[in-house]
């Protein structure tokens, strides 16, 4: 059983920045990170894939201004996140699935990952 729990969201103004951690108990193969703003379907943000190739993935709004990276020496996943906007206000999800993907299923799509954390808040102003 994977277990997820996040922390770093805050508020913060145009053009600042946060981290958001991500504790997990089990690193499961893809880690990723999600983002849901009020009265707005759920979207991937990031993803990495924690063994072979490390591979990462990004939404095309965040490449550039967001990176995930992995700690494991402390089972916590990261994403630095950059010149924020208030676009990017919303619940911030970490999520993982441990069961491999195949190549045409996206690493960015919620229905793909079968454990979610809690969510921490994430309120950029203008």
């Known amino acids: 059983q994977v277990q997820l729990v996040e922390s770093g969201g805050g508020s913060v103004q145009a053009g600042g920045s946060l981290r958001l951690s991500c504790a997990y108990t089990y690193k499961a193969i893809y880690m990723a990170w999600f983002r849901q703003a009020p009265g707005q379907e759920r979207e991937g943000v990031a993803c990495i894939v924690t063994g072979g190739s490390g591979n990462t993935y990004y939404a095309d709004s965040v490449k550039g201004r967001f990176t995930i990276s992995l700690d494991n020496a402390k089972n916590t996943v990261y994403l630095q996140m950059s010149n924020l906007s208030p676009e990017d206000t919303g619940m911030y999800y970490c999520?993982?699935?441990?069961?491999?993907?195949?190549?045409?299923?996206?690493?960015?799509?919620?229905?793909?990952?079968?454990?979610w954390g809690q969510g921490t808040q994430v309120t950029v102003s203008s």
């Open positions: 999520a993982a699935q441990n069961a491999v993907m195949s190549r045409a299923q996206s690493r960015l799509v919620d229905t793909n990952y079968n454990y």
